[in-house]
């Protein structure tokens, strides 16, 4: 589970503060940080990668284990053909909507 630091960030010169009590040993050094909505948003867009790579991994798969038998290897070879169409299909739809939120 993600956690989320509540933070206060100045709407002028975008400082930000945590209710943290300082010990007395700190150093200030650069840290990027990210709007929880954007985190969310990069979250969705990964786990929909994930799904579609594991979707084209199953269907490249086929070709891992693809053996025709004697005397057919051009109608095995179409349907594969076939196949790689419909990964590539899976591969382009990913790039079409992700070319849409931009």
């Not at 840290?31 to 991994?57: E, F, I, N, P, Y």
């Not at 095995?76 to 790039?95: E, F, H, K, N, Y």
């Amino acid at each position: 589970m993600i956690e989320y630091i509540q933070a206060w960030q100045c709407i002028g010169c975008g400082k930000i503060e945590a209710p943290q009590p300082c010990i007395g040993v700190c150093r200030d050094r650069k840290v990027l940080m990210v709007g929880k909505d954007d985190h969310d948003k990069a979250l969705s867009d990964l786990g929909a990668l994930q799904a579609r790579l594991t979707r084209v991994h199953d269907m490249l798969q086929r070709f891992a284990l693809a053996n025709p038998h004697e005397g057919q290897w051009e109608r095995s070879w179409q349907a594969l053909q076939v196949q790689v169409r419909d990964v590539l299909t899976v591969l382009d739809a990913g790039d079409d909507a992700s070319e849409a939120k931009h």
